[in-house]
């Protein structure tokens, strides 16, 4: 294939695979939910429910406060966009980098903050009590969980040299040595951690929460109604997604298309479907299992995870 | 509790839900006919209906039955209905008790900050005609004398399972 | 005579124009002329500097113009790029100062002190000597005096902030001084060529780093030599806090290069890790600092002792690399470093002209007093926001480009068989990295609390947007951060150059290619996946926004009550506070709750005041002793001046019999 082409048809699967996570982003969450519900006694609403709530909030009319800005119009598109275009870098269905966007984990980081930081500002913008409170506890966690990331994402390119995730994945995949290796494991579960806190899971946060005072991403989005809730939940649950998609294919790397044959890319379709669900319903097991911390316990468990992570480093270096 | 403990707990607990009743028909619960919700409101709100509840002056025994209602043996969330915090998540503004002098300017606030297409719910004999509180030197009068109401459900208190019934009448499921 | 030297002699001549304009007019008509000469002045120098990047050569020698040496400047490509830098925050500062500069602020010594300040900060990279890059050093230090005490000269804070950056600046002259001197002892000639013959091993080259680095480092507000940064910029005139801070602590990052670079380069490994150590002091420090400060211009302030310690840290890499032979790394940190000046150089130059602005329309500079300021201050909030997001090295802007060359260099500057490396690597990855994370913070604190939520005072729910000049000035400062932003390849290409850099070039849509460690960036063709990925949605949203609109509620939603005050928002301070008690051991805060009881029972309280003040540890901790003892030695040393005419003649002759002890021996 001559090299436009290739590119065209690398585009077109970028495209279907962040199709793919957007038809899945709402299940995830609704697998956390359902597979809760099951352990917590009850029936549960169905692994579709995310989708019903978003079909529904999409047809309703949002209403703004009085001295809304354009942030609160803006943001929620801001999030959902940073939530798509993660789900297009992050190597999901196939591990090869775009040659114009390669999927530099220092990139994906970034585009990920772009988010955060449009829903802190959504918090701030109507001037509530909680939008503020909300907004002030995501920014300091995202501020301490950064280190981590960056010492976990040097930790897993020391072995291939790069922080191009593709390349990471594919190194895993051909020498699953390297999987099990100190380095590699402390580095994914000091991932994990980060994920979790990031994303506003137990024990960070409790996205299931309806006191106000222990809220924190429920906090921040209080004053978003109507398509602009939707924008935001879907967007949340698409960083979810591709994050989990991710632990997977440096858990389990195996199945993601290595070259762009329909056979192959439909089989990475199934692979990282199955692994995404898998770990959904782990997540939400697991969180049955905790209680969320006191706010200011966070700090020591993202200050544990950074140890980890550090070790992870110096790990590699011994190992290696 | 250790993991082990919990795990065993889970496991002997089981599913306590009890298995889904009838669909509900399309007339509203209660002996006497009440008010109808829209349609197109429905159909807006199939599948999912978020909660707000307003307490606008009730005696609490509702508030139990509602609690139980989202509680894991009616488990109304398994037919799409959730009690969120923010009433600009909602769909659904859930009224229990007389509404009292002081918590009628609030309960207009609430409704207000709800997006349409939006119901409301008053929940008891309350919130329905003021019940056994009627001419209470606090009472304002019963929820339909300060917000439109589009569903009740009778009874002092409603028991869970016709919340749940109307609920489902809410989400169609 | 060449373009280049047209370029310099135009900058004098300009220079003096400025300053006549500035003692002749009267009025607004001296803001409009003494303004405009002031921007052709910096313009002259921009001009200069980009005919120094691309590799025009040229000097301009006055040999009458200094008693020992002649003045003479010859800017070289690394000079180029500072001059450029400094000419183009020179420009914009000067159009935004036409509109700002009122009352004190545009009195004659200010509009004057101005021209000086930008010819001085002009001189100082493109002079080729000693004495003509200490002669522009001294014009900038004594200029800038001035500046900070134009506005406010009446308040005590203003007068102190001026002693301690005087007797700052005057400090890295004198360490300046002695460590060119010990230089220029080892050779014949002060001219910077000449110098460069020195051994960068032998004892005397330490000595001299020693003293050099601590002078740059004073003047670039590097920990712990930054006492004075977050007191001068607040109270100087906002166009020349933007100057001082985008462009003049440059200089001491200029100084530094030029040391590594030209100077010593090759020096011992112990120069480079005291640089990597000072930078991530710095950083780090500085970032903690700047998260929970509250007066809007201190935390730009403290901010900019953040990136300084990036630049030096990318710089101390720079130099660790390549003494382990690392040419690849080693050149990314440099460009790193380089790409660090020019985008922070765009995006603080924005948020201080925005920090004036918003001072200029509601006379507030606490964050605690501001809000809201969106609606009334579009132009504003809009170039603040923009220059907020480089800051906080988001994408799509030269911050972010930046960051991530730093962190390639890092990551690939992994050396697991040099235990120093291979511990000095990681450490600086994470101290970046808790940067950025802070500075996230800091600015999502910044944009968010002044300009978005409801006003907090009567100043800022009374505001109203700026003059066009200021906001042409403003828009300027953000487009520069969005295009370094979207084409960092181009620009990249052109700082490697002039830094003598291999393998980096423009590759893609604008997009940057480091050959050196294989990692490419692409921020217009990032941009344009987001884009396209997002298309669907954003269609959605034109089509559900047209069939059902948004509804407009009386208030935020307040539990059923209607807010009537502000004052129940989050503020600038509760913003930070969660941050605050993590780092509660290093910012040590001081807290004071003080409860007025009601007369009749302990248990009802009447009144509940709260204090609470960040000083800045390292001033309290190690500048008060120091002040301290040097006022006993005055004190001490005013017993000797007796005022007695005998006793100073002894004096005299004893000081003349010493010299000429040393001379004979």
């Known amino acids: 294939m001559s090299g436009p082409l290739r590119t065209a048809g690398h585009l077109l699967v970028v495209l279907f695979q962040v199709a793919v996570m957007v038809g899945l982003a709402p299940i995830v969450a609704g697998i956390t939910r359902q597979a809760r519900a099951r352990l917590e006694g009850r029936a549960g609403a169905g692994v579709l429910q995310p989708w019903r709530d978003v079909r529904k909030l999409l047809g309703k009319r949002p209403v703004h406060a009085a001295g809304a800005s354009l942030v609160t119009r803006a943001a929620p598109m801001v999030l959902l966009a940073s939530g798509l275009t993660v789900a297009a870098l992050v190597p999901l269905v196939a591990a090869r980098p775009l040659p114009l966007v390669p999927d530099d984990l220092f990139v994906v980081v970034s585009v990920l903050l772009v988010g955060t930081v449009a829903l802190a500002l959504l918090g701030l913008d109507v001037g509530s009590a909680f939008g503020g409170m909300g907004s002030s506890r995501h920014m300091m966690i995202a501020a301490i969980v950064e280190p981590t990331v960056l010492m976990a994402v040097y930790a897993l390119s020391i072995p291939v040299g790069s922080s191009t995730l593709s390349l990471i994945v594919a190194d895993r995949r051909s020498d699953p040595t390297s999987i099990g290796s100190p380095a590699g494991v402390l580095a994914v579960v000091a991932l994990v951690v980060v994920i979790l806190a990031e994303t506003g899971r137990l024990p960070v946060d409790n996205p299931s929460t309806h006191l106000e005072l222990t809220m924190v991403h429920e906090a921040m989005i209080l004053e978003t109604s109507g398509r602009d809730l939707a924008w935001v939940e879907l967007g949340s649950w698409l960083r979810l997604a591709a994050l989990l998609g991710l632990v997977g294919n440096l858990v389990l790397p195996w199945g993601v298309a290595t070259d762009l044959s329909v056979g192959a890319v439909l089989l990475g379709v199934v692979a990282i479907v199955a692994k995404i669900a898998l770990l959904a319903g782990l997540l939400g097991a697991v969180e049955v299992a905790m209680a969320k911390l006191r706010l200011f316990r966070v700090p020591e468990l993202l200050a544990g995870s950074f140890v980890l992570a550090f070790l992870a480093v110096t790990a590699s270096y011994l190992v290696a | 509790m250790s993991l082990a403990r919990l795990a065993r707990l889970v496991a002997r607990t089981g599913r306590v839900a009890e298995p889904a009743p009838q669909r509900p028909v399309a007339s509203p619960p209660g002996d006497e006919p009440g008010p109808v919700p829209d349609p197109a409101v429905l159909h807006a709100l199939r599948g999912s209906a978020q909660v707000r509840h307003v307490d606008a002056g009730s005696c609490n025994g509702c508030e139990i039955e509602v609690a139980a209602t989202f509680g894991p043996v009616y488990d109304v969330e398994r037919y799409g209905a959730r009690l969120v915090a923010s009433p600009r998540h909602a769909d659904v503004v859930l009224v229990t008790g007389v509404v009292t002098r002081n918590m009628a300017e609030a309960l207009r606030l609430t409704l207000a900050a709800v997006p349409e297409p939006r119901l409301v719910i008053a929940l008891g004999d309350c919130a329905r005609n003021c019940g056994a509180l009627r001419g209470g030197y606090g009472v304002l009068g019963a929820v339909s004398d300060v917000v439109p109401v589009d569903l009740e459900v009778a009874g002092c208190p409603p028991e869970p399972a016709a919340i749940v019934e109307a609920l489902r009448t809410v989400t169609g499921r | ?665």
Not at chain 3, 18 to 33: E, I, K, S
Not at chain 3, 131 to 159: I, K
Not at chain 3, 467 to 482: D, E, F, L
Not at chain 3, 630 to 647: E, K, T, W
């Open chain 3, 1 to 665: 005579m060449n373009a280049v030297e047209i370029g310099l002699a135009a900058q004098g001549v300009l220079a003096l124009l400025a300053v006549v304009l500035a003692v002749r007019t009267d009025g607004a008509r001296r803001n409009v002329l003494a303004g405009t000469a002031c921007a052709a002045l910096a313009g002259a120098g921009a001009f200069t500097g980009a005919l120094a990047v691309a590799g025009h050569e040229g000097s301009l020698t006055l040999r009458t113009a200094l008693p020992l040496s002649p003045l003479s400047l010859a800017p070289d490509r690394l000079g180029g790029v500072f001059l450029l830098v400094a000419g183009l925050v020179g420009v914009v500062a000067s159009v935004y100062a036409i509109g700002y500069a009122h009352g004190a602020a545009a009195s004659r010594s200010q509009w004057a002190a101005l021209a000086l300040f930008l010819l001085g900060m002009q001189m100082v990279p493109a002079a080729a000597d000693v004495m003509t890059f200490l002669l522009g050093w001294e014009l900038m230090a004594a200029a800038s005096t001035v500046l900070v005490l134009a506005e406010q000269a009446h308040r005590a804070p203003a007068r102190e902030a001026a002693l301690w950056y005087a007797v700052m600046t005057h400090l890295s002259l004198v360490a300046l001084l002695a460590g060119f001197a010990v230089l220029a002892a080892q050779t014949d000639g002060t001219g910077f060529a000449a110098l460069a013959a020195v051994d960068p091993s032998s004892p005397e080259a330490s000595l001299a780093f020693g003293l050099l680095a601590l002078g740059f480092g004073a003047k670039a507000g590097v920990v712990p030599l930054h006492v004075w940064l977050p007191r001068a910029h607040p109270e100087a005139p906002s166009h020349a806090s933007a100057l001082m801070s985008a462009a003049m602590v440059k200089m001491g990052v200029y100084g530094l290069l030029l040391v590594t670079l030209r100077l010593l380069p090759g020096g011992p490994t112990w120069w480079a890790i005291v640089l990597v150590l000072l930078g991530a002091t710095s950083a780090l420090y500085g970032i903690l600092q700047a998260s929970v400060a509250s007066d809007l211009k201190r935390l730009l302030a403290y901010s900019t002792s953040e990136n300084i310690g990036l630049m030096v840290l990318a710089l101390g890499l720079a130099v660790l690399l390549r003494g382990e032979g690392l040419a690849g790394p080693a050149s990314v940190a440099l460009l790193a470093c380089l790409l660090l000046v020019v985008s922070h150089a765009a995006f603080k130059t924005t948020l201080f002209l925005g920090a004036g602005a918003v001072l200029h329309a509601t006379g507030e500079r606490d964050l605690d007093r501001l809000g809201g300021l969106i609606r009334t201050m579009p132009w504003t909030g809009a170039a603040f926001a923009v220059a907020a997001m480089g800051a906080a090295s988001l994408p799509v802007t030269g911050g972010f480009v930046a960051e991530w060359a730093l962190l390639q260099a890092l990551i690939h500057g992994g050396r697991p068989e040099d235990r120093l490396v291979a511990a000095t690597i990681p450490l600086a990855l994470a101290v970046v990295a808790l940067t950025a994370g802070l500075a996230l913070l800091t600015f999502a604190k910044a944009f968010g609390i002044a300009f978005l939520a409801r006003p907090r005072s009567v100043g800022a729910a009374s505001a109203h947007e700026v003059p066009r000049t200021m906001r042409a000035a403003m828009v300027a400062g953000a487009v520069g951060v969005v295009v370094i932003g979207f084409a960092p390849g181009p620009i990249a290409a052109v700082l490697a150059t002039s830094a003598g850099l291999r393998g980096v070039d423009a590759f893609g849509l604008g997009g940057l290619r480091l050959a050196g460690v294989g990692a490419v960036l692409d921020p217009a063709a990032l941009t344009l996946l987001g884009v396209l990925v997002t298309l669907p949605a954003l269609v959605a949203v034109l089509v559900l926004a047209r069939r059902r609109p948004t509804v407009p509620d009386v208030d935020a939603w307040g539990c059923g009550g209607l807010r009537t005050s502000p004052r129940m928002q989050y503020t600038a301070t509760s913003y930070a506070e969660p941050l605050m008690r993590i780092f509660d051991d290093v910012l040590q805060p001081a807290r004071d709750v003080e409860v007025t009881h009601v007369a009749e029972s302990r248990y009802l309280a009447e009144r509940v005041q709260y204090r609470q003040a960040v000083d800045d540890v390292i001033e309290v901790r190690a500048y008060a002793g120091l002040i301290r003892s040097a006022n006993r030695l005055a004190d001490r040393a005013r017993g000797i001046q007796n005022g007695s005419i005998h006793r100073y003649l002894a004096f005299s002759f004893a000081a003349l019999v010493l010299v000429l002890v040393v001379v004979a021996r």
